[in-house]
């Protein structure tokens, strides 16, 4: 097989809410264009080589509406006292308890589409998905309903955590999260992304994406949790730009899914820049974990590190491809960027 024949999940373009900005609307219309032109993925793809593209059926998955919500709530547990905690099941915000400082603005982004339109603009995924799943960005971006949006002025610090629980509750139901953080100059925010399903059967779907935006000097810390049953498959696109001195850390942990495919872009776009991209990863039985990440270096005198870790049980799988690439070079390791990955495997 060469190319898998790819039903759309949906049967139509999405109709964005008449409430939402014209821009938003504009960016969703094209982005379902693009969803249909882009070829699906093919084996013969370099960055789907190794990959087991049966897995890109998504012909069988909807949307579906909270349901369960006191329950749900009841079991998002995490970090200890974070400053913030949002739920969202199936993309519905049903629970919100927030103790942030001043200088912080931390809103539904459909909330904050209208409230703060100018702000999210400039930030909205801002730039060229170009790990292999540009088809699912753009799927993504014309469903998207909802999400978290991050602002820290400049010279705040947030002390504890923002914290986000994403559900699915539902056979076969698919979900859009979306995390949109910028950081000011000389900031500091940590923000944590958790991925679970309601209950260990129901097969899901996430199509995830997060945008960090860090400013001059500040600090963004973002970490993803990977929790799904072991019937669920997930896509998770995480775009990291760093300005000038800025420091960024992207956490990766996968426990859950059948199937999870991480892509990881970090874009230091300026000098003194730092981006630190981790992840552990713990799969068994037939779980199927696929990564890959890109350090670009678009300003001299930046500085990236990676560092991957596989523990492997049973009859499980994970595969790993990484790119550093420096300012008007093709494909080449600089001394102010290390990358380095390990795989360790057990067998009971």
Not at 89 to 94: A, H, K, Q
Request: aromatic residues 8%; negative net charge; contains cysteine.
């Amino acid at each position: 097989m060469t190319t898998l024949e790819m039903p759309s999940l949906l049967e139509s373009a999405p109709v964005t809410p008449a409430y939402l900005p014209a821009w938003f609307a504009a960016r969703q219309q094209a982005a379902w264009k693009r969803y249909l032109k882009i070829p699906a993925p093919k084996r013969g793809d370099e960055t789907w080589r190794f990959s087991s593209i049966k897995q890109l059926d998504f012909s069988a998955f909807q949307k579906a509406a909270a349901s369960g919500v006191k329950e749900l709530i009841a079991r998002s547990s995490g970090l200890d006292s974070p400053a913030a905690k949002f739920i969202f099941i199936n993309d519905e915000l049903v629970h919100v308890d927030s103790n942030l400082p001043e200088g912080v603005i931390c809103l539904p982004l459909a909330e904050a589409l209208v409230s703060h339109s100018d702000l999210v603009q400039a930030h909205f995924m801002k730039q060229e998905t170009r790990l292999g799943s540009a088809k699912f960005a753009a799927l993504h971006e014309a469903s998207l309903t909802n999400g978290l949006f991050v602002h820290v002025s400049a010279n705040v610090e947030v002390e504890g955590s923002i914290e986000i629980h994403h559900w699915i509750k539902g056979e076969n139901t698919v979900i859009f999260p979306h995390t949109l953080i910028v950081t000011g100059k000389s900031s500091k925010v940590l923000v944590v992304d958790i991925f679970h399903s309601a209950d260990d059967t129901s097969p899901g779907l996430a199509i995830a994406f997060n945008d960090l935006c860090a400013g001059p000097n500040s600090k963004l810390d973002y970490v993803a949790i990977q929790a799904f049953n072991e019937v669920t498959r997930v896509i998770q696109i995480n775009e990291t730009a760093a300005a000038r001195d800025a420091s960024t850390t992207g956490f990766i942990l996968n426990t859950g899914a059948s199937w999870a495919r991480n892509e990881s872009l970090s874009r230091l776009e300026g000098s003194g820049s730092r981006s630190d991209m981790l992840s552990v990863s713990i799969p068994a039985h037939e779980q199927e974990y696929d990564q890959r990440t890109f350090q670009h270096h678009v300003s001299e005198g930046a500085y990236s590190d990676l560092l991957y870790k596989n523990s492997l049980y049973d009859d499980s799988r994970t595969i790993f491809s990484g790119l550093t690439r420096a300012r008007n070079c093709s494909a080449v390791t600089r001394p102010d960027a290390t990358a380095a990955s390990s795989s360790e495997t057990f067998f009971a």
